[in-house]
């Protein structure tokens, strides 16, 4: 399985960005499906998730209401749209796919494939 994150770059605080994630496997539709970032200096934290379905989303408490998970299964992708982008929003995300029978969308460990990571920088 391979992940392609896009659409990271340079953003003023209160922008926007689109991040997109390519998956390789025609069994992407068959699973959930994260987001997570890292900033500089510190440890990759859960950003959203969306069920295999595309019909249950979750959402980090810092992120909700602005950032918005979406996926598609005919194209094989999934897309995380960011507004309201804030200067702690800055870090390299990543997509990654949900490995089965975990209960936990949060937890770092229950995601077996990762992007290689786009990075997001917000400007003051």
């Known amino acids: 399985v391979q992940l392609q994150a896009s659409g990271g770059g340079l953003v003023q605080a209160g922008g926007s960005l689109r991040l997109s994630c390519a998956a390789s496997?025609?069994?992407?539709?068959?699973?959930?499906m994260g987001w997570f970032r890292q900033a500089a200096g510190k440890e990759r934290e859960f950003v959203a998730a969306?069920?295999?379905?595309?019909?249950?989303?979750y959402y980090a408490e810092s992120v909700k209401g602005r950032f918005t998970i979406s996926r598609d299964n005919v194209k094989n992708t999934i897309s995380l749209q960011m507004n309201s982008l804030k200067p702690e929003d800055a870090a390299v995300y990543y997509c990654a796919r949900r490995g089965r029978g975990y209960s936990n969308y949060e937890a770092l460990p229950e995601y077996d494939y990762w992007g290689q990571g786009t990075l997001v920088t917000v400007s003051s």
């Open positions: 969306v069920n295999w379905s595309g019909g249950r989303t």
């Open positions: 496997r025609r069994t992407f539709s068959t699973y959930d």
